[in-house]
């Protein structure tokens, strides 16, 4: 087990911060976890699920399943239903990044499903096999969180594991674990729209900085003892919807 946890938070296409951040890793001290949620929103989808891929295969990165990979595999398995929602969840970059500029307006759904099926399959059959959390010591590294209510969080849904958010961030943590969450931005937890720094609160750990919004993206390392040091980057653009 490596001395030190180094965990980043969603990415969301941003690859140069991405890239940044990857800079402060030192595969001989840390482990590296990626939250979830690498594609979607920003422009560079494809470069950022291709890097996951290589940390995953060449460094023993842990790549955890976000809910915007789980809809990217949802849209793919059944394209003509889940496209306009995958759009409206930004998934019209990452289409346009995996095959190219345009692409939404020239082909079907169905068309644009077999298509990168058919170029990525490796690809798509290692994002089908992403883990849902990682355990690290006293640390649990989650995309959305864990129900709190149950009596062993490892029995959380993995609709939750994906997409929880009010539920666990409200709910009394009586387990023995500190959990590293993203999924939820930081201005959201602490309603406060300027806000993109880390959320600690009874031993969770948010580090959505909001970086596709024009916030941040965190890379945080954690000793047996705590955090020794947040790496935060931020962004000078904002993701607007356009398809």
């Not at 649990?140 to 490892?154: I, S, Y």
Request: glycine share 10%.
């Amino acid at each position: 087990m490596k001395k030190y946890l180094f965990v980043i938070g969603d990415i969301h296409g941003e690859y140069d911060l991405f890239k940044s951040l990857l800079e402060h890793v030192d595969d001989s001290l840390h482990q590296l976890v990626l939250i979830g949620d690498l594609l979607d929103r920003g422009k560079k989808s494809k470069e950022c699920l291709m890097l996951g891929y290589r940390l995953v295969k060449d460094r023993q990165a842990i790549y955890l399943r976000g809910n915007h990979e789980q809809i990217f595999l949802d849209f793919l398995k059944d394209p003509e239903n889940r496209y306009p929602n995958y759009l409206l969840n930004g998934g019209g970059e990452t289409i346009e990044s995996l095959l190219h500029k345009g692409a939404l307006e020239e082909y079907s759904p169905t068309e644009i499903s077999l298509m990168i099926q058919s170029r990525y399959k490796e690809l798509i059959g290692f994002l089908d096999t992403l883990p849902y959390y990682f355990e690290w010591k006293d640390y649990v590294c989650v995309h959305a969180g864990v129900n709190l209510q149950l009596k062993n969080w490892q029995d959380t849904s993995h609709r939750d594991f994906l997409w929880i958010r009010g539920e666990f961030h409200h709910t009394m943590n009586r387990t023995d674990k500190t959990f590293v969450f993203g999924h939820t931005p930081s201005s959201y937890l602490y309603k406060d729209d300027t806000k993109t720094k880390l959320w600690l609160f009874d031993r969770k750990v948010g580090l959505d900085g909001g970086g596709v919004y024009g916030g941040s993206i965190h890379g945080v390392i954690f000793s047996e003892e705590g955090i020794v040091q947040d790496v935060e980057y931020f962004n000078n653009q904002k993701w607007e919807p356009k398809f």
